[in-house]
Nanobody, 127 residues
Framework: QVQLVESGGGSVQAGGSLRLSCAAS??????????MGWFRQAPGKQREGVAF???????DYVDSVKGRFTISKDKAKNSLYLQMDDLKPEDTAMYYC???????????????????WGQGTQVTVSS
């Protein structure tokens, strides 16, 4: 079992920045052997994958956030991060981190079904 806890959400004006964190605990001794991702869900919309990081550190992003968001992980701290810059009102959503055991790179991570999920952190961007 893996437990994931997000933090760092909040309210910001358009053009601003936020950094989301996701702390992993539990069976993380092989933390590097996970695909991890950030997902978001806005009211009335389907959940979408935003950014992914593979076991090898490779990354991939949905087109709408490329060049603005950066996903990273710190193995020593068992943590995942999402740096979000130049935020737009359409980025408003509940953001979730998720993980699944895999040794894939990021381009394949986005195709997987994720098993472990955090409770979410709200991001609100005003115009």
């Amino acid at each position: 079992q893996v437990q994931l806890v997000e933090s760092g959400g909040g309210s910001v004006q358009a053009g601003g920045s936020l950094r989301l964190s996701c702390a992993a605990s539990g069976d993380t001794y092989s933390y590097s052997d996970y695909c991890m991702g950030w997902f978001r869900q806005a009211p009335g919309k389907q959940r979408e994958g935003v950014a992914f990081i593979g076991y090898d550190g490779s990354t991939d992003y949905v087109d709408s956030v490329k060049g603005r968001f950066t996903i990273s992980k710190d193995k020593a701290k068992n943590s995942l991060y999402l740096q979000m810059d130049d935020l737009k009102p359409e980025d408003t959503a509940m953001y979730y981190c998720a993980a699944v055991t895999s040794r894939y790179g990021a381009s394949l991570c986005l195709r997987l079904t994720y098993l472990y999920w955090g409770q979410g952190t709200q991001v609100t961007v005003s115009s």
